[in-house]
């Protein structure tokens, strides 16, 4: 799908509004959980102080974590919906999933950064870089669900594990916790507002648009797919439109 603006720029679906509205879902859970769960690990910290002047304290803290931690598996939940119940979430699960492609675009890349390479190559809908960035997102947050809420309901955890093994899961769900937080500034940030081409922000999560040069620069084998596809069609509906002055007699 493409549409024109006024400086007749091409501009190209990249996310739809339902996609987008996941993401920012995703994004406030997510900050939310970082900042209270964090703060039960470090609560000397100063940007923790504030919750710790509010009545019931970290009672308090830890009512809003759990519910975060609801809206980010709800969301989840339905994401799994969207992705395999619509027509839309299943093009993009094909899109998403790893391919010889991906193994290939990786050596190209590398050559292109240590300068053995004139120009970096030319990705697809989803680049390799995002199909990893999306799969340990879905690895990380079964791992963090299933973690949290043995630690939420100890009580039944304990009927059936250990005391050492509630041990080992708090420590795997700070540890995860870090490795999610960190992979989101030192990794997405850049990607999506640091990166001096996007700086200072990919606007496609905003408005779902990219225009023809982003396409271009980002993901241009989707782009050259698009553009037949955008040929074929106008050639199709020329040959589908009778010519002018032209009829039976009869």
């Known amino acids: 799908m493409s549409a024109t603006s006024n400086n007749n720029q091409q501009y190209y679906l990249r996310w ?3 996609e987008r509205y996941q993401h920012w879902i995703l994004a406030l859970s997510f900050t939310v959980l970082a900042i209270t769960g964090f703060a039960l690990r470090y609560p000397e910290t100063v940007w923790i102080q504030p919750l710790l002047l509010l009545e019931e304290k970290f009672a308090l803290r830890g009512w809003i974590h759990r519910i975060a931690a609801l809206v980010f598996v709800g969301l989840g939940a339905y994401h799994i919906g969207y992705m395999f119940f619509t027509p839309r979430g ?4 094909k899109a998403l999933m790893p391919a010889r492609q991906d193994l290939s675009d990786f050596f190209q890349n590398m050559r292109f ?3 053995r390479r004139s120009s970096p190559p030319e990705f ?3 680049s390799y870089m995002e199909k990893v960035e999306y799969w340990a997102l879905v690895w990380g947050t079964v791992v963090m669900a299933v973690t949290g809420f043995l630690l939420w309901f100890e009580g039944f955890a304990l009927r059936f594990l250990p005391l050492w093994m509630m041990e080992v899961l708090t420590v795997v769900h700070l540890y995860e916790a870090w ?3 960190l992979a989101i500034v030192i990794w997405h940030f850049y990607g999506v507002i640091f990166n001096p081409e996007v700086y200072p922000l990919n ?3 905003v408005d779902g648009m990219m225009s023809e040069e982003e396409m271009r620069r980002e993901h241009g084998r989707a782009l050259a797919r698009l553009q037949e596809a955008e040929a074929q069609a106008e050639e199709d509906e020329k040959e589908a439109t009778p010519a002018a002055g032209s009829g039976s007699v009869a």
């Open 203 to 205: 606007q496609s999560m």
């Open 113 to 115: 950064l240590l300068g």
């Open 90 to 93: 299943r093009t993009l699960v």
């Open 124 to 126: 697809d809908h989803f």
């Open 16 to 18: 739809t509004r339902n």
């Open 179 to 181: 490795l999610a937080t």
